[in-house]
């Protein structure tokens, strides 16, 4: 993997009055392993669905998160499960690895102009991850898979949806993921991107190589591994 990330360029988005932002491993730094206990219990979900032992659920689980967007969709694509029994399952987990970061909080409610939450997620899980930032009431609003109607990023669709929604302009927005395959659409609407990574050296064993791919394509504009001081280094 090769690594493109600039040492905290003063961004120039003097332009944006609507900042959007995904949010697990986002908001909140990979490394504290907050979306790894989610991803185990959607194996173990996977494993009650299809009947597969743990190494052929996680393969199949990473084939339907690469292909359909979500393991979600793809478990409602081919076994018509119940959205709601799933989102309710996985999302039940201990929230306290993700820390108190008031100062990112700051830097976000600095921004001028209007923020919001464009997540795969849920809306509760969303909220959860906000307290314990200490952000509860940083966000204007939230659009998540339900929003979406399950059909996620990185489908036009979630974003058309989402724009609508809140008449965004995307000449004037700018869109912060952890994927860059979730930056090409609104690349190619017009919002300024910016791809939140990981350090380069962080690794897990649950994580596979193309969830942590960084590119130099046309369609992620900013790389960061530090969202807090980019935030503080904007132009």
Request: glycine share 4%.
């Amino acid at each position: 993997m090769t690594s493109v990330i600039s040492p905290s360029p003063a961004a120039d988005l003097s332009h944006v009055s609507e900042w959007v932002f995904d949010l697990d491993n986002t908001l909140y730094p990979r490394e504290c392993n907050l979306w790894e206990q989610v991803d185990v219990r959607i194996t173990h979900y996977v494993m009650d669905v299809t009947r597969l032992e743990f190494t052929e659920a996680r393969k199949l689980q990473k084939e339907f998160y690469r292909d359909y967007g979500t393991t979600l969709n793809g478990l409602m694509s081919r076994y018509s499960i119940d959205p709601d029994h799933f989102l309710h399952t996985v999302h039940n987990i201990d929230y306290s690895p993700v820390q108190q970061n008031l100062e990112l909080v700051a830097a976000i409610r600095n921004l001028p102009g209007r923020k919001l939450i464009l997540t795969n997620a849920d809306t509760n899980h969303a909220k959860s991850v906000l307290t314990r930032l200490g952000g509860a009431d940083l966000f204007e609003d939230f659009h998540d898979i339900r929003d979406m109607v399950f059909i996620p990023k990185p489908r036009k669709e979630a974003y058309e949806g989402f724009f609508s929604r809140y008449s965004i302009t995307p000449s004037n927005s700018v869109f912060f993921d952890d994927l860059e395959k979730n930056l090409v659409v609104p690349h190619e609407m017009g919002m300024s991107t910016v791809q939140v990574v990981a350090s380069e050296d962080y690794s897990h064993d649950l994580v596979d190589a193309w969830e942590l791919e960084q590119t130099s394509g046309p369609h992620v504009h900013h790389v960061t591994a530090n969202l807090t001081k980019f935030l503080h280094n904007l132009k």
